[in-house]
């Protein structure tokens, strides 16, 4: 299985502070990584697919970058609504693997 | 309007088996994979298997002896079950519609406690 190794872990940052997440992926994935952004309680959310396309409806502010092994998601202006935990996946082969996540807090 | 909705037992005994029903509307399963992810304590998300648009399965090797995926397309329902369950099986239960990029709607997820 393909191992996907997220950081950091936990994140605090500030209103209008550039943030960014990363992933390494164990083996070349091409560019079939996922970010997504998960609030409490509430279901997963796709922003970026495919390491760099944003999804319909995602602020522009989010955006991916990377291929192969090393992927990932920037912030360019934290907002207050961005308060959430992001979590990678790999769905360049079965079984798909996930990141284990990064919390994101304001400071 | 694309929803998808998991609804479960909640509460499960020890080496019983889980059934989780996923009711979406707004697509048709005849077009789309539907996968089966879970977020446990231990392991966090995990994908567990999906059912391609033409009915076929396919699952992680981890569940692959316990697991069955199913689907009703009059219903528009997706099926899981998972048999032989034990404490570490605790944990939230998501489907998710698949496209070409990657999975792309969630349900909210059902909560799943296994428990004696």
């Known amino acids: 299985d393909i191992q996907m190794t997220q950081s950091p872990s936990f994140l605090s940052a500030s209103v209008g502070d550039r943030v960014t997440i990363n992933c390494k992926a164990s083996q070349n994935i091409n560019r079939y990584l996922n970010w997504y952004q998960q609030k409490l309680g509430e279901a997963p959310k796709l922003l970026i697919y495919n390491a760099n396309s944003l999804q319909t409806g995602i602020p522009s502010r989010f955006s991916g970058s990377g291929s192969g092994t090393d992927f990932t998601l920037t912030i360019s202006s934290l907002q207050p609504e961005d308060v959430a935990t992001y979590f990678c996946l790999q769905h360049n082969s079965w079984p798909y693997t996930f990141g284990a996540g990064t919390k994101l807090e304001l400071k | 309007q694309v929803q998808l909705k998991e609804t479960g037992p909640g509460l499960v005994q020890p080496t019983q088996t889980l059934s989780i029903t996923c009711t979406v509307s707004?697509?048709?399963?005849?077009?789309?994979?539907m996968q089966w992810v879970r977020q446990t304590p231990g392991k966090g998300l995990e994908w567990m298997g999906f059912i391609r648009s033409g009915g076929s399965t396919e699952y992680n090797s981890e569940f692959k002896s316990r697991l069955s995926i199913s689907r009703d397309t009059s219903k528009n329902q997706v099926f899981l079950k998972m048999n032989s369950l034990k404490t570490e099986d605790t944990g939230v239960y998501y489907c998710a519609r698949v496209s070409e990029k990657g999975p792309l709607d969630w349900g909210q997820g059902t909560l799943v406690t296994v428990s004696s």
């Open positions: 707004g697509f048709s399963l005849t077009s789309y994979y």
